[in-house]
C-alpha cells in the first residue's frame, strides 16, 4: 500500500506538470501486482482537483485524456469526470499488445496529474515491452535484493531507454548535482547526450575549438602555456596546473 500512495503522490505532485512525472507502469501478472493496481486505483480516485499552469496546459490535459478514453485497448480504473477550470487526477489500464504493437497514444505523453499501468506476462515479455518504448527522462524499478539478482538483465534495456535509472525511488524529485543528468534518448530529448539540470547542463552551450599554431598573445587565458588562470589542463595526457 505504501508504494501505490507513494506513486500515486508523485503522479500528482505539482499537478502532475512535472516532465519526470511516471507516465507508465509495467509489472508482471501476480497477485501482488493486482493488490497494487487496486491500491492505486482507490488512492487515485480520492486525489483532488488541481489547477493547472495555464488555460492552455488544461485543454491539452483533456484532449490527451479524451484520447485514453476513447481508446479501445484502454480501460478507464479512477479519476472523477475532467471538467472546470483543474485537471482531475486519472488511473488507465492499457493491454499491452497496444505497446508491443508500438501504439503512438501510449508512446505520448499526457502532461499532468495522469498514469496508465500495463499487466505484462513475464520477464520476457517486460524486456519485449520495455524495447517497444520510445526514449525517456527515466526508468524506475521497484524491486527488492531477490529481485534485482532475478532481473539484472533488464538494466541494459533501461540504460538504452533512459537518461537516469532509480531504483526503489520515485523521479519527481531532480536534485541539482554533479552526477544529474536530466535527459534521455529521442524523443525524451533532441540530443541525448546532454542534460538540463545539474553541472554537465553547461555543455549544451559550449563547442569545441582547436587552435593550431596560434601566438600565445591571441589564445584564451585558459590555453596559454604560462597558465594564468591556474587551472587544471590535460597536457600530453597528464593532468597538470604547470606551465608548460
Known amino acids: 500500500e505504501k508504494i501505490a500512495q507513494d506513486l500515486a503522490d508523485s503522479v500528482v505532485l505539482g499537478c502532475g506538470q512535472f516532465c519526470t512525472n511516471p507516465g507508465l507502469i509495467l509489472g508482471i501478472k501476480s497477485a501482488e501486482f493486482s493488490q497494487l493496481i487496486n491500491n492505486l486505483t482507490n488512492i487515485m480516485g480520492a486525489k483532488p482537483a488541481q ?24 480501460k478507464h480504473l479512477a479519476g472523477q469526470t475532467q471538467q472546470g477550470n483543474q485537471a482531475q ?72 531507454k533512459a537518461g537516469r535509472l532509480l531504483i526503489n525511488g520515485y523521479p519527481t524529485g531532480v536534485e541539482v548535482c554533479d552526477a544529474m543528468v536530466h535527459g534521455g534518448p529521442y524523443p525524451a530529448t533532441s540530443d541525448a547526450r546532454g542534460t538540463s539540470v545539474g553541472t554537465l547542463a553547461i555543455d549544451r552551450y559550449l563547442r569545441p575549438v582547436c587552435y593550431q599554431n596560434y601566438p600565445q598573445s591571441l589564445l584564451p587565458e585558459a590555453l596559454k602555456d604560462s597558465n594564468p588562470l591556474q587551472i587544471l589542463r590535460l597536457v600530453n595526457g597528464e593532468m597538470t596546473k604547470e606551465a608548460i
Open 51 to 74: 489547477t493547472m499552469l495555464n488555460a492552455g496546459t488544461l485543454k491539452s490535459y483533456t484532449a490527451g485524456l479524451e484520447h485514453l478514453t476513447e481508446h479501445q485497448g484502454i
Open 89 to 160: 487526477p486519472q488511473l488507465f489500464k492499457a493491454d499491452v499488445e497496444l505497446l508491443l504493437a508500438g501504439d503512438q497514444l501510449l508512446q505520448e505523453e499526457i502532461f499532468g496529474p495522469t498514469t496508465v499501468v500495463i499487466e505484462v506476462e513475464d520477464k520476457a515479455q517486460l524486456i519485449q515491452a520495455l524495447q517497444s518504448m520510445n526514449g525517456q527522462l527515466t526508468a524506475t524499478l521497484i524491486a527488492d535484493e531477490a529481485d534485482l539478482t532475478e532481473f539484472a538483465d533488464v538494466v541494459p534495456v533501461l540504460e538504452e
